[in-house]
């Protein structure tokens, strides 16, 4: 009799909790490569988007998400785990964090491990920058890919959690010829963009990576500093939008194929990209062009609005957790080896509306091989690292600083500094005036600055950088290992 009793009991247990289980929402975690908010719902009066300003009007959107690092593997890592690149210790392509920092749970893992039936969809360049192309492409074939996982887990009872990444806007601009006739090259107008006067040159990114490839090469642009022509720089700017209107179709197409009664949808990119700006191209700095992304939080019962609060990509997993009621992650202590916790916030207290108190501020970096730009300042290995920028995005301002880095330790040095800069968003959103030295922004400057120092203080707290001896496993890591996080794998 006991024994029935016991079984009845674990019975509507067990019912219990699929239907807790069942109660849950799918997500689909959509993020596009190296996009900034070129898009018609974020402002931008070219971008052609119907298909992302449709979903926004029904979603949360962010106008001021930022990414942590400029770099699509640091990024897109530190979105995963919740926590900085300086915590996973992942600053380049060549890096592994689970070696060098901790076995960190990432997203998609955790919501495995509550329930979720996991899946990534994940699209891969060429030697021109632009390239006109028809018939079937790597974008089309994940957006394919994705459907028909939908289309295979439509009735079963089980959440999923589906990462879909599209490669565009990223280099090269491969993308069907229709998207280009969108976009007449004189919308652009000329480029007239310059290189500000009074920043360190340490700032800079030569975009090395734009320059290889054939079409550049061909214009013979000295480096570091040389200009891209203006008419070449028009269509850069025309295969960019292009592409971005390219990835809007397939986002389109892949939406209309998702159960919004029952499924979040979160669209982002793993960070910006300059177009001409500053007279630079790509991604690769700590400016605003490079770190600013779209972010958009589509949940079934939540009221659509713009929130102009300063939000960080680690902020999305404790996000998600929260929207879906898992078991909420802790704050993570100071350098925390736990293998569960996050260094974001959770923006469910924005997306409801609910007058929260909120930091605003958005914390980012970027490493440089020196204080000149070289070859390799766009995407120094780690073992190159001697300069690391740090900055932080506030209401009004962006403070950035450079200074000393022992990659060997991770450790920074606070009074060996290569250069500063100081933005005033309320007169120069596009950041062309760099105010460090002016007397009257002396006081913010420092403020920024001490904020900064208490977020990355590592190396000030160990005040002189001691130098760790690796162990001959540790050497041969962290020379060699190739890790398979070119695109973010997921369980
Ligand atoms: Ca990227």
């Given at each position: ?72 593997a640091p ?10 690149p300086?915590?996973l210790h992942l600053y380049d392509f060549y890096s592994y964090w689970?070696t060098f ?266 490493p440089?091989p ?6 390799n300042?766009?995407k120094p290995r780690l073992p190159k690292i001697r300069?690391m ?16 880095f022992y990659p060997r330790n991770f ?59 690796l162990?001959?496993?540790e050497a041969?890591l962290y020379e060699a290992y ?10």
């Amino acid at each position: 009799m006991t024994t029935h009793i016991i079984k009845l009991i674990v019975i509507l247990f067990t019912v219990r909790i699929v239907l807790c289980v069942n109660q849950r929402p799918n997500i689909i975690l959509i993020l596009a490569d190296d996009l900034r908010p070129t898009i018609g719902k974020y402002g931008d009066q070219l971008a052609f988007t119907p298909n992302l300003d449709r979903l926004i009007e029904r979603s949360c959107y962010f106008t001021k998400a930022y990414s942590q690092q400029a770099l699509c593997a640091p990024s897109r890592n530190s979105m995963l785990t919740s926590r900085r690149p300086d915590t996973l210790h992942l600053y380049d392509f060549y890096s592994y964090w689970r070696t060098f920092a901790g076995n960190f749970t990432t997203l998609p893992q955790y919501f495995k491990e509550n329930g979720y039936y996991t899946y990534s969809v994940v699209g891969a360049n060429q030697r021109f920058i632009l390239q006109r192309s028809e018939g079937t492409l790597p974008d089309i074939e994940s957006k394919v890919e994705a459907k028909n996982f939908l289309a295979a887990f439509k009735n079963r009872s089980q959440p999923f959690f589906l990462a879909v990444g599209f490669h565009k806007p990223h280099i090269p601009f491969r993308i069907p010829d229709k998207y280009f006739k969108l976009y007449p090259q004189t919308k652009f107008g000329n480029s007239t963009n310059w290189r500000q006067y009074g920043v360190p040159d340490v700032a800079w990114n030569p975009y090395t990576d734009i320059r290889k490839r054939h079409d550049v090469k061909q214009l013979d642009i000295p480096f570091p500093y040389g200009p891209i022509p203006s008419a070449f720089g028009m269509s850069i700017k025309q295969a960019y939008y292009a592409s971005v209107s390219y990835i809007d179709n397939l986002f389109g197409n892949l939406l209309s194929a998702v159960d919004l009664n029952n499924t979040i949808v979160v669209f982002a990119s793993d960070h910006g990209w300059s177009l001409g700006e500053h007279g630079e191209w790509a991604k690769y700095s700590n400016f605003e062009v490079a770190l600013r992304v779209p972010l958009v939080v589509y949940a079934p019962g939540i009221t659509p609005r713009r929130i102009d609060n300063i939000v960080e990509l680690v902020d999305l997993f404790p996000t998600l957790v929260d929207l879906v009621n898992l078991p909420p992650i802790a704050k993570c202590k100071r350098f925390s080896k736990k293998k569960l916790c996050t260094e974001g916030n959770s923006l469910l207290p924005l997306l409801k509306g609910l007058s929260a108190r909120w930091p605003d501020q958005a914390f980012s970096q970027y490493p440089r091989p020196g204080p000149i730009p070289r070859k390799n300042s766009d995407k120094p290995r780690l073992p190159k690292i001697r300069i690391m920028g740090y900055t932080v995005r506030k209401t009004d301002f962006r403070y950035t600083i450079w200074m000393r880095f022992y990659p060997r330790n991770f450790s920074s040095d606070w009074s060996q500094i290569f250069g500063e800069e100081l933005y005033d968003h309320r007169f120069d959103s596009a950041e062309n005036e760099n105010l460090v030295d002016r007397r009257e922004f002396k006081r913010i400057r420092l403020e920024l600055r001490s904020l900064l120092k208490k977020q990355f203080s590592f190396g000030a707290s160990l005040g002189r950088p001691q130098r760790k001896k690796l162990s001959w496993r540790e050497a041969l890591l962290y020379e060699a290992y190739r890790p398979q996080i070119l695109q973010p794998s997921y369980p």
